[in-house]
């Protein structure tokens, strides 16, 4: 780092009086040098709370480690906070399910330990695949987008769509010559949630794309399914049992499949609320 220098040895004193800067002078240079160093870095929250850390350097007596240290870790939790932000952005999970908010007792298909193990991410280090088969209202994309949002949160890209959106997108692909660029998209994140599988037929080239997203991901990245449809019933699901059985082989080979049994948690709630007001109605 080079200080401003306006004398040197050679100057005489009859020539021009020997300047010596004020220290206050000095430190205001290298303050602004500091902070052109914080912006070059574009440490641009490091650089915002420059003045704050050194008022506090001074106030409470801190060590210059200590100071760099808080200075430093200001700008590391702003850069975690934007990563967190962008993962989630890009994750465009549909509700804002979480797995804290899903009610065990309500569903007692689902096991708590199982959901708390996958919530660890360990499941996505070994590339293991999560299948989901229940009726419509038993809690499938509650659980996707709460695992889901716990994998963003974790720090791993993750990406939420339905089997319907996929189809929709690969066939535009197709037509727009961007096929294997739809296909690197499918590839890149570590967790891949394809919901609602078997709601909507699937067109052919729908149920090929489909395939072709899993078993690029087989082996290497995690995929989370879910579908109100038996696997026994996915050849008519995607109009191709062969397809159907090349698809299950690569998505079941590692992987975890919940039965969700039970009642539909929304008629639950309309039923309670029908009850309720029954009862109302009849005290009135
Ligand atoms: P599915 O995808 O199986 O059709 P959802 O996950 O969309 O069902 O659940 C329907 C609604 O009920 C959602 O609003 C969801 O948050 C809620 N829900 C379902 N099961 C539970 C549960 N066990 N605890 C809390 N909310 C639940
Ligand atoms: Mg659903």
């Known amino acids: 780092m080079s200080t401003p220098r306006t004398t040197t040895k050679t100057t005489t004193s009859t020539s021009r009086p020997p300047v010596k800067a004020p220290s206050t002078t000095a430190q205001a240079s290298l303050y602004?040098?500091?902070?052109?160093?914080?912006?070059v870095l574009k440490l641009t929250d490091a650089a915002e709370h420059l003045p704050a850390v050194l008022d506090a350097a001074t106030a409470e007596g801190l060590t210059v480690t200590a100071a760099l240290e808080r200075l430093l870790g200001i700008e590391v939790a702003a850069t975690e906070a934007r990563r967190l932000a962008s993962r989630l952005r890009f994750a465009c999970l549909p509700t804002?399910?979480?797995?804290?908010?899903?009610?065990?007792?309500?569903?007692?298909?689902?096991?708590?330990?199982?959901?708390?193990d996958l919530a660890t991410g360990r499941y996505l280090e070994s590339?293991?695949?999560v299948l989901m088969i229940g009726s419509p209202g038993v809690g499938k994309t509650h659980l996707a987008v709460g695992l889901a949002r716990k994998a963003a949160e974790t720090g791993y890209r993750t990406y939420v769509t339905t089997a319907a959106d996929l189809a929709a997108r690969c066939?535009?692909?197709?037509?727009?010559?961007?096929w294997a660029?739809?296909?690197?998209?499918?590839?890149?994140?570590?967790?891949?949630?394809?919901?609602?599988?078997?709601?909507?037929?699937?067109?052919?080239?729908?149920?090929?794309?489909?395939?072709q997203v899993i078993?690029?991901?087989?082996?290497?990245?995690?995929?989370?399914?879910?579908?109100?449809?038996?696997?026994?019933s996915w050849g008519e699901v995607l109009g191709d049992t062969?397809?159907?059985?090349?698809?299950?082989?690569?998505?079941?080979?590692?992987?975890?499949?919940?039965?969700?049994?039970?009642?539909?948690?929304?008629l639950r709630d309309h039923h309670a609320r029908t009850h309720t007001l029954r009862a109302a109605a009849t005290h009135v």
């Open 32 to 39: 602004q040098q500091l902070r052109a160093h914080l912006a």
């Open 96 to 116: 804002p399910a979480t797995l804290e908010d899903f009610d065990y007792d309500a569903q007692p298909d689902v096991d708590p330990r199982l959901i708390a």
């Open 127 to 129: 590339a293991t695949n």
């Open 171 to 178: 066939h535009r692909a197709a037509i727009e010559g961007r």
């Open 181 to 211: 660029t739809t296909m690197r998209f499918y590839a890149g994140p570590t967790l891949l949630v394809i919901d609602e599988l078997g709601y909507l037929p699937l067109p052919a080239e729908g149920a090929s794309a489909l395939f």
């Open 215 to 232: 078993a690029q991901r087989y082996t290497k990245t995690s995929t989370i399914v879910t579908t109100n449809r038996p696997i026994t």
């Open 242 to 266: 062969t397809v159907a059985a090349a698809l299950l082989d690569r998505l079941l080979h590692r992987s975890v499949v919940l039965d969700i049994g039970g009642d539909s948690y929304r």
